[in-house]
């Protein structure tokens, strides 16, 4: 007998959620249960029959039906019988033996009394979906020590031990340099009462100052930045510094609620830990040539996999890769330019690098390739330095697109190695297709919008999730405005585009269970981000669309689409967290490969995971499931052939 009990402890011990109770708990448990076995075919619990026990499997395969129509398998280890035993009711479902099966009893007020005093363990068998993966979601980030985390480091954790040194915006520049001088600052904040209004830098002084002969007795108005980037308290440092990085900046005014409250310089970031990509980025900078660059680049995976260890989030992860993609693109392009404009002259017109997918969304990854385009004016530009309407400053025998054409080239081999394949559908300014001046790329877009053919849907899917990452930015504003104002004008495009979006089914069976794959070099795998991940990324730009919206990622799309009018909280909540668990577990594989000498994959083994990600991984591919039968009856995709 003492054998038997050893038995069936070590078997709960191997099981969710009984193996998470307290030693004594479960000790106290064994005697209260009973063993029962029921032949192939007989009923364990008929569908109406009152019950008051929790039957665990421990070997055998039930049947789970309602009204005789099969809604799951239970195998090994699945607790079957909760609902009734909770509730004290007759029990909604039947449940028949398919193979000869031996089952843990478990009485009913010994099970209720385990919900009542064991907070995680009534949490396994809550049944609301969204609970479920919120908290799914929770335990991911605790498996690590989030608080030993870089990315937890906000602005605010930073120290402003003293107040910010503000001046009003009439004082004079000579005055303004003394209190400088006198408060040690290299940067003074122009206030109106509390308000913030401007930035005044010892560069300020020395470049519009100094060095332009200006008389210090003039306001500081004169030579203030106005309207200056701001961060809060609760921004990221690396944000931050992403932000110091692009604009070529030092000071960044902390506000909080519209009063300034500090100051962040880039001395501030530098004390950060060696590992933190305020570093990445600093050291992107830094370097002079490719090579260079490759070699911070390097660092990467390895930082990467630091964090997921530590519990960051996949949003968090996400935002942390793209910030160092966008470092390491922005410093390529500034020296690449530099090499086209040597050998071929200056750029005959202005120009945006557009980052498109994944880096566009912030959710790069560790196994993300290229995707990027090129925006070029329809002005040529003189060499005074204005524009032309016409273009005739490029002359009649010159191709204007030719010096993007070599930039272009030139960036697809850096960012390769750079650890950035090339996209294997070429969706790269490399192609010609991909680098067009802004009336092409508005013909282009109002192609797709007004004939939504199956590429031009698969074009969309990557064009319309865009952002400027590189020169003149403003080139890309009245295309991203085109969209957002005519997407929701065009029902036949966005109903095309509804369909594409549920092609990508989740890998869940018709009774729920996952659904590997069966042949091939994938066999016995699931892929995390075909029917997982992306499906969600199609749902949520099909809707954000039709709003009008213009944000790319697919987060910040879910959250504006939480209303009323667009999925409604709950069912935007249950698809965010949906998206944050999957790419969590993807994260997690892929770092895991990556300590292995593994390249990243999508694909993984579920039974590499534990009972319990395979759980939430069916809520989270349940809840894509919904979401596209709710997008398919809004959009009427039926009416597509």
Not at 30 to 48: D, H, I, K, N
Not at 202 to 211: C, E, F, G, S, Y
């Amino acid at each position: 007998m003492e054998v038997e009990v050893k038995e069936i402890a070590r078997f709960l011990g191997g099981h969710e959620p009984w193996s998470g109770l307290p030693a004594a708990t479960l000790d106290d448990l064994l005697p209260r249960l009973r063993q029962r076995y029921f032949r192939r075919g007989s009923v364990v619990l008929a569908e109406g029959q009152r019950n008051d026990s929790v039957f665990v499997i421990r070997s055998g395969v039930v049947d789970i039906t309602s009204g005789g129509v099969l809604v799951e398998r239970a195998d090994v280890g699945t607790a079957i019988g909760v609902s009734s035993a909770t509730t004290q009711t007759p029990s909604a479902f039947g449940l028949l033996a398919v193979d000869d099966t031996l089952v843990l009893v478990v009485p009913g007020e010994t099970f209720r009394s385990l919900l009542g005093s064991h907070e995680p363990f009534a949490a396994f068998f809550d049944r609301n979906t969204q609970r479920r993966l919120a908290r799914a979601v929770a335990e991911q980030q605790h498996r690590g020590d989030p608080s030993s985390s870089a990315l937890n480091a906000r602005v605010g954790d930073l120290g402003h031990g003293r107040a910010p040194v503000t001046a009003s915006a009439e004082l004079s520049i000579r005055r303004a340099a003394e209190v400088m001088t006198e408060q040690q600052v290299s940067a003074l904040l122009v206030t109106d009462e509390e308000r913030l209004v401007g930035i005044v830098t010892d560069r300020d002084l020395r470049t519009k100052v100094v060095a332009a002969g200006l008389d210090p007795g003039s306001p500081i108005r004169t030579i203030m930045t106005a309207d200056p980037v701001t961060v809060s308290t609760q921004t990221r440092a690396f944000e931050a510094m992403l932000q110091m990085t692009n604009r070529r900046i030092h000071h960044l005014p902390v506000v909080h609620e519209g009063r300034a409250v500090g100051m962040v310089s880039t001395g501030d970031l530098v004390r950060l830990e060696r590992a933190h990509p305020v570093h990445i980025a600093q050291d992107v900078a830094r370097q002079s040539d490719v090579d260079g660059i490759a070699a911070v680049a390097a660092r990467v995976p390895g930082i990467v996999s630091g964090y997921v260890q530590q519990g960051a989030s996949a949003d968090e992860i996400g935002r942390v890769l793209t910030a160092i993609a966008d470092a390491i693109s922005s410093r390529l392009l500034t020296l690449l330019s530099q090499q086209v404009t040597a050998d071929l002259g200056e750029a005959p017109r202005r120009w945006c690098w557009l980052a498109l997918g994944s880096q566009a969304r912030y959710e790069t990854g560790l196994s993300s390739d290229q995707d990027h385009a090129l925006v070029v004016s329809d002005e040529a530009i003189h060499p005074d330095g204005g524009t032309n309407p016409e273009a005739a400053a490029d002359g009649p025998d010159v191709d204007p697109l030719a010096w993007y054409a070599a930039l272009a080239e030139r960036m697809e081999a850096a960012l390769a190695a750079c650890g950035y394949p090339p996209c294997p559908g070429r969706m790269m300014a490399s192609n010609p297709r991909w680098r067009l001046t802004q009336t092409q790329w508005r013909h282009q877009f109002l192609d797709w919008l007004d004939t939504p053919t199956s590429e031009a849907l698969f074009h969309a899917g990557t064009f319309f999730d865009a952002r400027p990452l590189f020169g003149e930015h403003t080139l890309f504003d009245p295309l991203q405005r085109l969209v957002a104002e005519t997407a929701p004008e065009r029902p036949r495009f966005l109903t095309h585009l509804a369909a594409h979006a549920t092609l990508r089914q989740p890998p869940l069976g018709f009774l729920g269970n996952l659904v590997v794959e069966r042949r091939g070099d994938h066999s016995g795998a699931i892929d995390l981000k075909a029917g997982g991940s992306h499906a969600i990324i199609e749902l949520a730009r099909v809707h954000a669309l039709s709003a009008g919206i213009t944000e790319v990622s697919t987060d910040q799309r879910l959250a504006r689409l939480g209303t009323p009018q667009g999925l409604g909280a709950p069912a935007a909540s249950e698809l965010r967290d949906a998206f944050e668990f999957i790419t969590q577990v993807r994260l997690r594989h892929q770092a895991q490969q990556v300590s292995a000498g593994e390249p990243p994959s999508n694909l993984i083994d579920p039974q590499a995971l534990s009972r319990s990600d395979r759980r939430h991984l069916r809520d989270a591919f349940g809840v894509i499931r919904s979401a596209q039968t709710v997008l398919a009856q809004r959009f009427a995709t039926s009416t597509v052939t």
